[in-house]
C-alpha cells in the first residue's frame, strides 16, 4: 500500500484502487515475472509459519514449573483457545482438539496481522485462495471426525435426515446436504475473505484519496489530511477486526466439530 502511495503521490497511478491489486506478481529474481505461484502472498505465508514455529520453539525449549514471561504468553495463548473455544464449544472431548485450533488461530492471526504491518500492508486472507485452503482444512476434518465417530452410514443419516415427518424430508434431504456440505465450507472461507479484503480496500481508498485529492487541487489538502487521519482510524479499527476473525473462524470450526461429534446434528 505505501508503494502505491507513493506513486499516487507522484501522479503515476491510477485511483480508485481495483480488485486487480489483489493479483500480485512474482517475486522471483529471474524470470517468470507473470507466474502466480510465488508471490508476496506466498512469502507471507512462509513468515507465518516460520513465525509460529520459532515463536513456541522457543517458548517451550525450557519449560519451567514456574513460567518465564514467554513461556507465561505461549501458554495463556493455548490456556485462551482450550478452554474459551474447544471445551467450551465441544465440551471434554474438545482438549484433543486443542493443538489443532490453537495452530489454526494463530496462523490466522498472523496472517491477518500482516494487513497493519508496514512493509507488507495486506493480508493474504484477502485473497479467496487462502481462507479456501483453510476452509477445506477445517471440512474435511469435521467430516473424518464425525464418519470415525458414528461410522459412514449413520453420520451421513444425522448429517442428511432430520426428525422431522416422512412426507417432508425429500424437501428436507437436500437442504440439508446443501447447508452442512456446501454452505458451512463457503461461509466459512467468505466470511474471512470479504472482512480482510473489505478491510484492505478501505485502509487503500482512504490513504490514496488523500494523495488523488492532493494533486487534484492544492485547496483539498485539508481534506486529504483527514482522509488520512480516517486512514489511522481503521488501522486501529482493523487491528479489531484482525483478531475478532481469526476468533470467528476458530469458533466455527470447533462449532462444525462439535455438531460432527454430537448424537443429533
Given amino acids: 500500500m505505501f508503494g502505491q502511495a507513493n506513486v499516487l503521490a507522484a501522479g503515476q497511478a491510477e485511483f480508485p484502487p481495483s480488485v486487480e491489486d489483489f493479483y500480485l506478481p512474482s517475486i522471483l529474481p529471474w524470470g517468470a515475472h507473470d507466474s502466480y505461484w510465488v508471490t508476496k502472498f506466498t512469502l507471507m505465508i512462509w513468515i507465518a509459519v516460520g513465525v509460529l514455529i520459532i515463536f513456541f520453539l522457543a ?69 479467496i485462495a487462502f481462507p479456501a485452503i483453510l476452509a477445506v482444512i ?80 492544492a485547496w483539498l489538502a485539508p481534506v486529504s489530511v483527514v482522509s488520512w487521519v480516517m486512514t489511522v482510524a481503521l488501522t486501529l479499527l482493523e487491528a479489531l477486526v484482525i483478531v475478532l476473525q481469526a476468533y470467528v473462524f476458530t469458533v466455527l470450526s470447533a462449532s462444525y466439530i462439535q455438531g460432527a461429534l454430537a448424537e443429533e446434528h
Avoid at 84 to 113: E, K, W
Fill in 59 to 127: 517458548t517451550y525449549r525450557n519449560p519451567k514449573l514456574v513460567p518465564t514471561k514467554k513461556q507465561w504468553f505461549a501458554e495463556s495463548i493455548y490456556g485462551f483457545v482450550r478452554n474459551n473455544i474447544s471445551v467450551d464449544m465441544i465440551g471434554h472431548q474438545g482438549v484433543r482438539f486443542a493443538p489443532y485450533f490453537t495452530t489454526l488461530f494463530c496462523f490466522v492471526l498472523v496472517t491477518n496481522a500482516f494487513a497493519i504491518i508496514p512493509l507488507f500492508q495486506i493480508s493474504p486472507n484477502s485473497h
Fill in 138 to 217: 477445517s471440512y474435511v476434518l469435521f467430516n473424518y471426525i464425525g464418519i470415525r465417530h458414528h461410522g459412514f452410514g449413520k453420520y451421513f443419516k444425522h448429517a442428511l435426515i432430520p426428525p422431522a415427518p416422512w412426507y417432508i424430508l425429500p424437501l428436507l434431504i437436500p437442504i440439508e446436504a446443501f447447508s452442512t456440505f456446501i454452505i458451512r465450507p463457503f461461509s466459512l472461507a467468505v466470511r474471512l475473505f470479504a472482512n480482510m479484503f473489505a478491510g484492505h480496500m478501505l485502509l487503500l481508498v482512504f490513504t490514496l484519496g488523500g494523495f488523488a485529492m492532493l494533486n487534484a487541487n
